[in-house]
């Protein structure tokens, strides 16, 4: 258990293209302002600034400058730093870890461990620790699905010295979203694991490997899947895009989600700027291939059109840069909602003038700002329609989703109000 009061600044370090192991970009300071609002003010180093190598953290935020960078969103954490924090799952496991329930932002990246999405990371050194060379093995995922379902269930105990307690250790990643999953290596590569829950409805991690498979089929460029049945329960590995294998570590690729590209959170009032046709401009400002990506987003977003993915909010979509350049990342964590509704179903960002209407109309209403003709954008929704249509059933099953499973996702694709 930690007894550091709660940080207010920390040094913020990045793994240069290329290189395996951490240099300091600069310092993170949290404060509170006479009005009791936080106050996240970033600097980069002069002795970065002089690095050759030297990388932008942020495309938009955070440029290589020597002055004072200052935020007052998202509780005065920068979204290209929060981005590499954990985020339900991962505080949850960091939550129990430490015995408090009640931590400051800057303690939640700094508590987490280093598996952490992208290049960047956090400590109070001004020294980056050595990188982290010690994973977990596919061999250990019965015991980290064990303790995840256990954590499910509140079904650990509040006593730091126990041992599952301690086990979290190994369970905790910081890489975002609200499943349980942890991170391991196999075969010299670094994977998302992503567990099933017991109280899903189907089984999601071959739902989740099927839906992947099939935006391929659509010509979606996507993370690699497979799945892996441990102690009889299935576990989604996802190749992780922003790591790869050099001889000694791993190289890290930068990474900023979607919703630091739109400069939003997640508030319901910051919700107005969760736009495809937005982040479509913005991504065109940053990455090397505007017309490659803005494509793509439109691609993606008819797909999730089609399979009524309505949780494709902004943290499900990101850039990043292996290198100098930026790019959209592979496509991930897409899953099907068979809701009830017929007629309009919305997705989670607005997508042409009737706003986040999950319809074709509607997404072909602002087809420019993912520079397509009319023409092009409509031979993209008519291509992907077919596809979807003819092959769901088929890939799902090869995916070897059950059919009492296929069944119960049937009414997300190709709903009626799709059409209208
Ligand atoms: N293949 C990948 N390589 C690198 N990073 C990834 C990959 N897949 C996901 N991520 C990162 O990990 C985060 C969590 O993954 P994912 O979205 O699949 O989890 P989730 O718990 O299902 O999310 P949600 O809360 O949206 O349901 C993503 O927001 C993204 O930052
Ligand atoms: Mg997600």
Redesign the pocket.
């Known amino acids: 258990m930690t007894s550091r009061a709660s940080a207010s600044e920390c040094f913020v370090y990045i793994t240069l293209p290329g290189q395996v192991s951490a240099v300091t970009a600069g310092k993170f300071v949290l404060a509170t302002t006479a009005r009791g609002d936080a106050l996240g003010r970033f600097i980069y180093g002069r002795s970065y600034l002089a690095n050759r190598d030297a990388v932008e953290i942020d495309p938009l935020e955070l440029k290589l400058s020597t002055q004072t960078y200052e935020t007052a969103q998202v509780n005065g954490v920068f979204g290209a730093l929060r981005?590499a924090g954990p985020?339900?799952?991962g505080r949850r496991v960091i939550e129990k870890h430490t015995g408090k329930t009640q931590l400051g932002e800057l303690d939640y990246l700094l508590e987490s461990p280093d598996d952490r999405?992208g290049a960047v990371g956090f400590g109070l050194n001004n020294v980056p620790p050595a990188p982290r060379r010690k994973f977990n093995e596919t061999l250990d995922l019965e015991r980290l699905q064990l303790l995840a379902d256990a954590l499910i269930r509140d079904d650990i105990p509040n006593d730091p010295d126990a041992p599952q307690v301690q086990d979290l250790l190994l369970l905790g990643t910081s890489?975002?979203?609200?499943?349980?999953?942890t991170v391991v290596q196999d075969d010299g590569e670094l994977w998302?694991a992503?567990f099933n829950r017991s109280d899903d409805r189907w089984n999601n991690t071959r739902v989740?490997h099927a839906m992947l498979r099939l935006a391929r089929e659509c010509g979606i460029r996507t993370?690699e899947s497979r799945i892996e049945t441990i102690g009889g329960r299935d576990v989604l590995l996802?190749?992780?895009?922003?790591?790869e294998t050099a001889t000694n570590g791993y190289t890290r690729a930068r990474?900023v989600?979607g919703l630091t590209i739109l400069r939003s959170e997640e508030s319901a009032t910051m919700r107005t700027r969760w736009s495809y046709v937005i982040l479509a401009e913005e991504l065109r400002r940053i990455v090397a291939e505007p017309r490659k990506d803005a494509q793509e987003l439109f691609r993606r977003m008819c797909f999730n059109a089609l399979i009524s993915n309505i949780?494709d909010?902004p943290?499900?979509q990101?850039v990043i840069a292996k290198e100098r350049e930026w790019k959209l990342?592979?496509a991930?964590?897409l899953?099907p909602s068979p809701v009830i509704a017929q007629e309009r179903r919305d997705l989670a960002m607005d997508c042409g003038d009737l706003g986040r209407y999950a319809n074709a109309k509607n997404i072909l209403s602002q087809h420019a700002r993912f520079l397509l003709e009319r023409s092009e954008a409509e031979k993209i929704v008519n291509d992907m329609q077919k596809q979807v249509g003819s092959t769901w059933y088929e890939t799902v099953r090869s995916c070897g989703v059950s059919e009492k499973d296929a069944d119960a996702i049937r009414a997300a694709f190709l709903y009626p109000g799709f059409f209208l």
């Open positions: 981005d985020d339900y799952w999405a890489m975002g979203g609200a499943r349980p999953k998302i992503k989740e993370a996802v190749t992780r895009f922003d790591r990474m989600s949780d909010h943290r499900n990101a990342s592979p991930y964590d899953t």
